[in-house]
Structure formats: structure tokens, C-alpha cells
């Protein structure tokens, strides 16, 4: 099941949570409002779902139920082209990035695997949702594109073992982890390279662990100005996801709502000759099978 957060374009400072419904979506803070689903309280993000025990379980389920009803919904669809969706994560705690974790970037940059994952921090102010611009920092001049599956906690993890990894993740969707290379390249790690404002877009929506289990065997695609650049598939993680859960869950508590990006394929602009940056006017699609596309133009700092 996907949902997503969303803002009607008359009331754009007020934002609800709906969910994929048939070819169109369906308001899912109004149903709890007016009681047609049942549930703790109000929310009005995907956060604030995932704050309640199973709260995404528990709408998932009524959600199934009222499909096989015959009680009025009219009322609460809308078309996605009618709203604004916005990140379905905002505030996470914790952001975490995880480094050379591609068989094939590895290759192409001509990198050993790592032995363990490669762990590195990001920060929620980079995050902005589909169709917001990236901007290009006056600091950089070669700011480069990164797809990636970003894997969203549901319960807090500590020691859990790779065997019980995937009870502890609410669901999936896709994140942008933009990268200022010369920067990265001069630091020597990623930290400043990937914490501008507006280098971790992030969406359209989080689809359930229900329906993407552990997310292995997913196409995944970046398009620069319509032209394929990355392109692979999450079979080749050289870490899965539940390895990464584990792995992380060893050296810190994950908080519901953390995300971790779980790294990008080959492809990306540095390594190409010659090398390929983002700049003012571009626009970066990337999708993710069984989650969605997410799109992004690219414009200069003002």
C-alpha cells in the first residue's frame, strides 16, 4: 500500500496523509476525522502514523475492509495532480547514508567492496519532497546525482538480529542523495558534501514492508533531461536491507522514522568521461519499482 503526505493547493499550509487508491488516492486524515476508519487519534503525517503501535498495519487493514464495503467514499478521493505531495518523511531523527553499497559502482570506480557497510550521517534540512527545486550552493561546482532505495523504521531497533530485521521497517520509498563532489573530494568524507538545504529529495510516497517485503529485485532508474544514467536493480546491494538494519541497530538505537539511504548503483556523473554534473535548468527523475517516480528540477542559489 502507498501513502503519502499532501496538501490541497487551496490550503497548501495544511497537510493530511492519503493513500493509492484504484487510479486515484484517497484522504485518509478526513476519514479518521469523520470516523469512517478508526484510529487512536488525528494525524496528519505519515510521522504522526508511525508514532502509534502498528498504526500503518491498522489503516492498511481498514483500508482493505473499506474497499470490499459498500460505504460512501466518493467524498475523499482526489486526483494526485490536484495536490501538492510532499516528502512522506520530514523530520527523522536520523538520516543515514550508506556508502559504496553497489556491486556495480564499485566496479566503475574501481573500488574493492567493503568488508562492512560504510556508514555516514546526512541531516533533515537537506530534505525536500517531488517537484521542489535542488538548488546548486554557490560552494560547488560539481553537484552530481545519486538514486536510491530509502528504507523508513517503523519500530525502534537496537542489537536486533538480521533474522527479525525487517519487523522494524515501516516501509520503503525513494530518496536523492545529492552530492557536492569537489567537496567530498577535498573533505574526504561526506558529510558537508551531502547537508546542503535541498539535497535529500525525497518520495512520492512510503509503500508498506507488507507490500515490498524485503525490497530485493527492484528496478531502479535515474533519468537526467529524459536520459538514462543509473540504472539497476537492488539485487545488486552489496549489503540487503536487512543486513543493513542489523548492521546499524549494532552501533546505534533506530528511532521510528529514521531513514537510511541505502546507497546508489553505477552510473553516477564523476566517474563518466567525461564527467556529468547537475546544473541550472536539468531536470532528475528516478523510479523505483512498485514505489513510484520522483522528480526534481535543478536551479542556481538565488
Not at 470490499?68 to 531523527?93: C, E, K, L, M
Request: glycine share 8%; net charge negative; proline share 7%.
Amino acid at each position: 500500500m502507498k501513502f503519502m503526505n499532501f496538501s490541497r493547493k487551496s490550503t497548501p499550509s495544511v497537510v493530511g496523509i492519503g493513500c493509492a487508491f484504484s487510479n486515484t488516492c484517497f484522504d485518509i486524515t478526513k476519514a479518521i476525522e469523520d470516523d469512517l476508519l478508526e484510529f487512536p487519534r488525528a494525524v496528519s503525517t505519515i510521522e504522526e502514523v508511525l508514532q502509534v503501535k502498528d498504526g500503518l498495519k491498522l489503516l492498511e487493514e481498514q483500508f482493505r475492509e473499506l474497499e470490499r464495503s459498500s460505504s460512501p467514499i466518493q467524498g475523499y478521493r482526489f486526483n494526485a495532480s490536484d495536490v501538492t505531495v510532499h516528502a512522506p518523511i520530514t523530520r527523522p531523527q536520523k538520516l543515514i547514508g550508506i556508502g559504496l553499497n553497489y556491486k556495480d559502482h564499485a566496479e566503475e570506480i574501481k573500488a574493492q567492496p567493503p568488508k562492512q557497510p560504510l556508514l555516514f550521517g546526512m541531516y533533515a534540512n537537506a530534505i525536500i519532497g517531488p517537484d521542489e527545486p535542488i538548488v546548486i550552493p554557490p560552494m560547488s561546482r560539481q553537484v552530481d546525482y545519486e538514486a536510491e532505495l530509502g528504507v523508513v523504521i517503523g519500530r525502534r531497533a537496537r542489537h536486533v538480529p538480521v533474522e527479525t530485521a525487517l519487523d522494524y521497517i515501516a516501509g520503503y520509498t525513494i530518496v536523492h542523495d545529492v552530492s557536492a563532489r569537489d567537496l567530498q573530494f577535498s573533505d574526504g568524507q561526506w558529510l558537508r558534501a551531502k547537508s546542503f538545504d535541498t539535497f535529500a529529495p525525497m518520495g512520492p510516497c512510503l509503500v508498506t514492508r507488507a507490500t515490498l517485503g524485503d525490497a530485493d529485485g527492484l528496478t531502479i532508474e535515474l533519468r537526467l533531461n529524459g536520459k538514462t544514467m543509473q540504472k539497476s536493480n537492488t539485487r545488486n546491494l552489496i549489503f540487503k536491507v536487512p543486513d543493513l538494519v542489523s548492521y546499524i541497530s549494532q552501533v546505534m538505537t533506530l528511532e521510528v522514522g529514521d531513514v537510511i539511504a541505502t546507497g546508489t548503483p553505477g552510473g553516477v556523473g564523476f566517474a563518466r568521461t567525461p564527467p556529468v554534473f547537475m546544473k541550472p535548468g536539468d531536470v532528475v527523475e528516478i523510479d523505483i519499482e512498485g514505489i513510484g517516480t520522483l522528480r526534481n528540477s535543478v536551479v542556481a542559489s538565488d
